[in-house]
């Protein structure tokens, strides 16, 4: 099972998978979901890339799903053998807190719009609208020398000077491949400021 949904663009997102809904196995940046249905049991399947494990994702994937269980078995829990209109409104209160919390949980996953359109430049690049920071270092090291044939076939250098340079009058094509290459290479200061430099020359990104 996958839960914990955070850093959604445009139905691409980040989730962990979960043993029994309670031990975090594994993340996966999921570009694909679906279901099937056999008699009374319905599958469903993710497809993916896993990435490294998230544990904003792992972390919100509690309150997401336990405490609208806990809230409705709150009542029974407590005053359990009672009638439910001597429940005090305290329970109700309690339960009503829980399921308000459940809510919000989902608050914290999601992305500001200015960050969906700086990852979706970078999906325009390398399929996957995802910062590299959160992917297996193979996963990142093969989309990095994707990109960097891709400049070499343009003639452009691919130094942190060189790709700063190229960015000055490129097209904003030129500029996504830039960017994605720009983060994919490093997450040092000098790829972070060559990176920042050529997102800020894009018109897509603001």
């Known amino acids: 099972m996958m839960l914990g949904e955070v850093d959604n663009v445009d139905g691409h997102f980040i989730a962990t998978k979960f043993h029994a809904l309670l031990v975090p196995t594994g993340s996966m940046y999921v570009v694909d979901q679906a279901s099937s249905r056999s008699g009374n049991v319905t599958t469903m399947t993710w497809s993916g890339v896993p990435v490294k494990f998230n544990v904003k994702s792992a972390l919100l994937a509690y309150p997401r799903v336990w405490l609208w269980m806990l809230a409705f078995a709150w009542p029974f829990l407590t005053h359990y053998g009672e009638s439910l209109s001597s429940t005090p409104m305290s329970c109700w209160y309690t339960m009503g807190g829980m399921v308000a ?97 050529v997102l800020a020359r894009h018109p897509r990104a603001t």
């Open 101 to 197: 919390v459940a809510v919000l949980a989902h608050v914290p996953g999601r992305l500001s719009e200015r960050e969906k359109k700086r990852l979706r430049i970078l999906g325009e690049v390398t399929g996957m609208r995802l910062d590299p920071s959160k992917l297996m270092p193979w996963t990142r090291e093969s989309k990095r020398d994707v990109l960097e044939h891709q400049l070499r076939e343009m003639g452009i250098d691919t130094t942190p000077d060189g790709v700063s340079r190229a960015g000055v009058d490129a097209s904003p094509e030129v500029l996504s491949l830039l960017y994605g290459y720009a983060r994919y290479a490093g997450d040092d200061a000098d790829w972070r400021r060559v990176a920042d430099s």
